[in-house]
């Protein structure tokens, strides 16, 4: 940590985090809507409820609490997503669980 803010690079730290929080809740909703449905939303919120607060009230460090700031916000428009996946399921972009009893 202490590199980072040496060379004031806590900017391009939290881009990159940012960047891979990013990249990594597409899988997440991708998978969630398979094997969950759209209950996986209620996992999203949480997760997401919980990373706000834990930036608002836990961290002491800038880097730290935007990128749980991020995490928390992707978090929250990944309930957005599980229904846009929804709808690229339908539409057969992705596979259909056969196992779920699709609603």
């Known amino acids: 940590m202490e590199l ?3 060379y004031n690079l806590t900017g391009v ?3 990159l985090g940012t960047f891979l929080i990013i990249g990594l809740f597409h899988p997440l909703v991708v998978k969630g809507e398979y094997y969950l449905g759209a209950r996986c939303r209620w996992l999203f919120l949480a997760a997401g409820v919980a990373a706000l607060a ?3 009230l836990l961290a002491d460090n ?3 609490a935007a990128l749980l700031g991020v995490t928390g916000f992707t978090c929250l428009w990944s309930i ?3 229904a846009a ?3 690229r399921v339908e539409k057969g972009w992705f596979p259909r ?3 779920r009893r699709w609603r």
């Open 97 to 99: 669980n056969p196992r």
């Open 54 to 56: 834990g930036a608002v």
């Open 62 to 64: 800038v880097m730290v």
């Open 80 to 82: 957005h997503e599980v």
């Open 85 to 87: 996946q929804r709808r």
């Open 13 to 15: 730290a939290i881009g």
């Open 4 to 6: 980072i803010t040496q």
